[in-house]
């Protein structure tokens, strides 16, 4: 077994994404993954919590890209300007060459109830940190709640259109797109 080789996780998280999109994600195990890449299934649990984190992995980063993006907007800025940051933060998070993965990374998770209940678990705190974020910049409630989970919509909405087959617009211009249509929804376009 080739334990000590660099890259161990990232090896892990490549291997387990097409295990599962080949086989199913209830179908592969630790120790599938580990093997196929010639580690051992102990050394899979020193990454990854159990099979699902693989697929979870960043979570934190992720979050945090959208705390740093309410933090760099101007002070003063309005609640739909914060968002508009926070969200140019996060879509950097995803550069194009990052979209193959996530889009069979969205597969994986599509064809899994399990996995579909644990994304809306992540965008549902990552919105309640965003109102948190924007509750410390003084933003009152209901408005905080409010903006943060339009920011989060928005995201989602623009994840989508940036993963489907043939798009080749940018996360962060598509986001932009997505937080106009927003903007003329609410009757507040620029």
Not at 42 to 64: H, I, N, S, W
Not at 76 to 88: F, M
């Amino acid at each position: 077994m080739v334990r000590w080789e660099p890259g161990a996780r990232e090896r892990l998280q490549a291997a387990a994404l097409e295990l599962y999109a080949a086989r199913g994600f209830e179908q592969t195990t630790a120790a599938d993954v580990a093997e196929s890449v010639g580690l051992t299934e102990r050394t899979f649990f020193r990454y990854f919590a159990d099979k699902r984190e693989v697929l979870f992995d960043g979570q934190d980063r992720f979050e945090q890209a959208f705390l740093d993006g309410v933090a760099a907007a101007a002070d003063g800025a309005s609640a739909i300007d914060t968002v508009t940051a926070a969200l140019r933060h996060a879509s950097a998070f995803f550069p194009d060459e990052r979209r193959p993965w996530s889009r069979q990374r969205q597969a994986v998770i599509s064809a899994n109830p399990g996995l579909q209940e644990r994304e809306l678990l992540k965008m549902a705190a990552l919105a309640e940190a965003v109102a948190g974020a924007l509750r410390e910049r003084g933003l009152v409630e209901p408005q905080a709640s409010l903006a943060a989970h339009a920011c989060v919509t928005v995201f989602g909405v623009a994840f989508r259109q940036w993963i489907a087959v043939g798009e080749e617009r940018s996360l962060p211009d598509i986001a932009r797109g997505v937080l106009d249509e927003l903007r003329v929804l609410t009757g507040s376009a620029p």
